[in-house]
């Protein structure tokens, strides 16, 4: 594959309060802005109904907004349909065509195009090769797997070297181990082309491995928008972080300037103003790790899962369950019922509002 | 085993294989004093289906028979421009609405053909605000009518079938996988280019299944042509009919059938053909 055939300038996109209202109840997308950077893969990320899938079909113009404006590398996309727009997609089912075999399939954008067919041959199977289907060209898509399908899409949508690639949860239909070799394979193709990607997903782990910067969505409206880590590590409310897998929620009684009063007792540190404070499982330190933090208490082990690599536990801190993952360093692990001691800082740590 | 098939394999050898193979045999008898078949054998009907009568050769029946292909053809390209956006615009409407436009469309056809066809007569005849209409805008003789004519042939066949054709194709609509379409739109397919390369590969088992209702009773059709063509438009369905129940040449009649059923088994492998071409060289499966 000749990377130059692909070497397009990627566009940057800018939505501006954009709204989407379906026939009856709440907006699909409630006064939606962001931008994403030329070249970056950003990621929607969200639960189901919260706006995600329509704000990529906004931009690939399969729905018009209601009011807003969406500019894709600084054209205004009012009006414009979807096949005058340098945009394509993977649909989340693939949506390949069945009575096209894999290489009239991948053509087909070129095709409405009015390419060359010699052109079309050519960029077909240079993409094919690129994205691991170069000898199925000829196979009817009923005879193809399911990754086998998901790749056909990619190159349908890529060999047409578009400015923009939306990518509707391409991998939610495919099995666990599969979906995480196409996670990066699909990130390190990202980066060979320089392509900007919009990929939508509600994975928060496959969000996070592959994404430059994540936009979190709740009921229509943007949560937060982040890099992974910021995500991650510092969520902008209550929401964003449950939807990061995040369990340890502490109420905060009171706040002062050397700490805070929460349910678990006194915590020394410089705390932001909340009403919760995050626990990351994983800053949760036990017994002779505890004594290296500040802040100390005496917790019951209720439950122990075993993950390899690390082992969770549950503890119970009077009313307050909490959930501590420490990696396996061939340290003698807790049983269930032990008394241990518990220690937090400040790092580690976040504070929250509903 | 035996007891499963025997009751459908009885069914089909009394009601298929023994009338099919009474009819053949009929067609190469003589008809008798009265029109009944008797010995010898002969193929005197077949002659005379091709023209040869007493007075020499004559087109009269060849004509018909291209007339009834025609028709036929007519008729049904006619019912397919009419049924594809009812259908398609049907299967847009929200769910509540869609079984009573389908039953607007269907119920007409449960009344007697005969009847239907006499309204079209009096909506045709001469002296009509419709056939004034036609005459004012000089699309036929003053007081002439529109009826009987093959305008009014053409006009009951697709009245009479269309919905054989909008009832298949409105299922293929309602299963239309909608993301094909969104898919094409996405990939710089123009409007037009969205039909022809997503929604009517998916409709084709729906437009071929309607073809097949429409077309072979339409070819065989008796009593539109009867009625409204007033001997201008008769087809083969006539002429089999006339010899059964006026000439009495049942020989005749039965020459007639089988060439009926010949022409409908070759227009079913060109319909075959045509709709692997159309799909890619894959089978469309009805």
Redesign the interface.
């Known amino acids: 594959m000749s990377g130059h055939a692909l070497a397009r300038t990627a566009s940057s996109i800018r939505v501006e309060a954009v709204t989407k209202s379906f026939e009856r109840g709440v907006p699909a997308l409630d006064a939606v802005t962001l931008d994403v950077e030329a070249g970056e893969f950003f990621t929607l990320l969200g639960p189901s109904g919260c706006g995600k899938t329509t704000l990529l079909r906004v931009l690939?113009?399969?729905e018009e907004p209601d009011t807003g404006r969406v500019e894709i590398g600084g054209r205004s996309m009012a009006g414009v349909?979807?096949?005058?727009r340098s945009?394509?997609?993977v649909?989340?089912?693939y949506?390949?065509?069945?009575?096209?075999?894999v290489r009239?399939n991948i053509g087909?954008?070129l095709e409405?195009?009015g390419v060359p067919g010699a052109e079309i041959a050519e960029r077909s199977q240079a993409i094919a090769g690129l994205t691991g289907i170069g000898t199925l060209l000829e196979r009817d898509v009923a005879q193809l797997s399911g990754g086998q399908r998901q790749r056909v899409a990619l190159a349908?949508?890529l060999v047409?070297e578009p400015d923009v690639l939306l990518l509707d949860e391409p991998l939610s239909a495919l099995d666990a181990g599969l979906r995480a070799h196409l996670q990066l394979e699909l990130k390190r193709l990202q980066r060979r082309l320089g392509m900007t990607f919009v990929f939508v997903t509600h994975d928060q782990e496959e969000a996070m491995v592959m994404s430059d910067r994540i936009a979190v969505l709740n009921a229509g409206r943007i949560a937060q928008v982040d890099t992974p880590q910021g995500v991650y590590e510092a969520p902008a409310d209550l929401f964003v972080a449950r939807f990061m897998g995040h369990e340890n929620f502490v109420p905060i009684r009171q706040r002062d300037a050397t700490g805070v009063d929460t349910a678990i007792g006194r915590l020394d540190g410089d705390f932001a103003a909340g009403s919760h404070l995050l626990l990351r499982p994983e800053a949760i330190r036990l017994d002779s790790d505890a004594r290296q933090v500040p802040n100390r208490f005496m917790a019951r082990v209720s439950e122990r899962l075993y993950r390899g690599g690390t082992t969770e536990y549950r503890l119970d801190c009077g009313d307050i369950q909490l959930m501590a993952s420490c990696a396996n360093r061939g340290q003698p692990g807790h049983e269930v019922g032990e008394t241990v001691e518990v220690g937090v800082s400040d790092r580690g740590t976040a504070t929250l509002s509903d | 085993m035996l007891f499963t098939v025997a009751p459908g394999a009885l069914f089909i050898l009394v009601f298929l294989v023994l009338p099919s193979v009474y009819l053949v045999g009929m067609a190469f008898l003589s008809s008798g004093p009265y029109g009944l078949p008797t010995l010898p054998l002969s193929l005197q009907s077949f002659r005379e289906l091709a023209g040869f009568g007493f007075l020499g050769w004559s087109p009269g029946n060849l004509y018909t028979l291209i007339r009834s292909v025609w028709q036929t053809l007519l008729a049904t390209a006619l019912v397919i421009l009419l049924a594809y956006p009812a259908a398609y615009y049907i299967s847009t409407r929200p769910a509540r609405w869609r079984p009573l436009m389908l039953l607007a469309i269907v119920v007409p056809s449960w009344t007697n053909q005969v009847i239907r066809s006499v309204g079209w007569m009096n909506i045709f005849a001469p002296g009509t605000p419709v056939s004034d209409l036609a005459a004012l805008l000089g699309l036929t003789a003053p007081q002439m009518g529109l009826f009987p004519s093959q305008f009014a042939v053409i006009v009951g066949l697709v009245y009479n079938f269309l919905p054989f054709m909008v009832l298949p194709l409105y299922a293929a609509f309602e299963r239309l996988d909608t993301e094909q379409v969104e898919a094409a739109r996405d990939l710089f397919a123009s409007p037009v280019a969205v039909f022809r390369h997503a929604v009517f590969p998916q409709t084709l088992p729906g437009l071929m299944a309607g073809i097949v209702l429409v077309a072979i009773p339409a070819f065989g059709m008796y009593v539109v042509t009867e009625l409204l063509g007033g001997g201008k438009a008769t087809m083969i369905g006539n002429l089999v009919a006339r010899q059964f129940a006026q000439a009495s040449n049942w020989p005749l009649g039965a020459a007639g059938a089988m060439i009926m059923i010949a022409v409908t088994l070759i227009g079913l492998k060109v319909l075959r053909d045509l709709g692997r071409r159309l799909s890619g060289d894959r089978e469309v499966v009805l």
């Open positions: 690939a113009g399969l349909p979807p096949h005058r945009v394509n997609t649909f989340q089912s949506a390949l065509f069945p009575h096209r075999n009239q087909f954008g409405m195009q349908r949508a047409n």
